[in-house]
């Protein structure tokens, strides 16, 4: 599926590339976990990554994301260049794990006020939004508990409220529903189908068919650390 911008005073019609990958790889000795690759994701547009475990998926999203530096390659979100505009990239891609991280001294609800606050969010936004993302996941009732006391579907859904809560352009999400039960996987579902409609770009790990089926605009299949589209 291709969504197009239309600008309107010059009549022009272009293709809103919210991320740009060229040639990203991670070369350990001889060794590709990824090799060399190339593809960009329009805005308003989810793109599905599957593949076996340990096939290279999770290198790609720490490439992509800064977590680790790739072997060659450059990645762009909105233009702007992971390594020359890190911050700039950051302001504009929010990231979900397959194992969300959390400090140790903050409770549930203190990580998403500090993820909105970083975000220069309004207080009252925090509040209101917070709550019904909290209410959702259904997460309201244990929001004082410190993320260590969570079950693990629960911490995975704490890191997908974090990023929910925060303005993105760019959404990546490594294996979101290995976690969830089925309630919440229809929640996910319904809230990636409201950022698409956004003009979000998303792309998504997961081994999850009715996922893939329900979501994916376009779909790329990863084995031995080599990509090709679907």
């Not at 001889?30 to 308003?44: H, I, K």
């Not at 579902?189 to 790990?205: D, N, Y």
């Amino acid at each position: 599926m291709i969504i197009i911008s239309i600008l309107l005073e010059t009549g022009v019609i272009k293709v809103a590339k919210f991320l740009e990958v060229e040639e990203i790889s991670k070369k350990y000795n001889e060794y590709y976990a990824v090799s060399p690759v190339s593809f960009s994701l329009n805005q308003a547009e989810i793109a599905v990554i599957t593949g076996p475990n340990g096939s290279g998926k999770t290198t790609l999203f720490s490439c992509l994301t800064g977590l680790i530096p790739p072997s060659s390659g450059t990645v762009k979100v909105a233009g702007f260049d992971l390594h020359q505009d890190e911050v700039e990239v950051h302001r504009r891609m929010a990231f979900v794990p397959d194992v969300p991280r959390f400090y140790t001294e903050l409770t549930a609800w203190e990580h998403l006020e500090f993820i909105a606050s970083a975000n220069d969010l309004d207080k009252i936004d925090i509040e209101s939004s917070g709550k019904k993302i909290f209410t959702d996941f259904g997460l309201w009732e244990a929001r004082s508990l410190f993320p260590h006391n969570y079950s693990r579907g629960m911490r995975l859904k704490l890191g997908l409220a974090m990023a929910f809560i925060r303005p993105f352009d760019v959404l990546l999400l490594d294996e979101p529903t290995s976690a969830l039960d089925v309630e919440s996987v229809d929640l996910l579902t319904e809230s990636l189908r409201g950022f698409r409609e956004a003009g979000k770009a998303i792309l998504l790990s997961t081994h999850d068919q009715r996922l893939i089926e329900s979501l994916a605009d376009r779909q790329f299949i990863i084995n031995n650390g080599i990509i090709k589209e679907a």
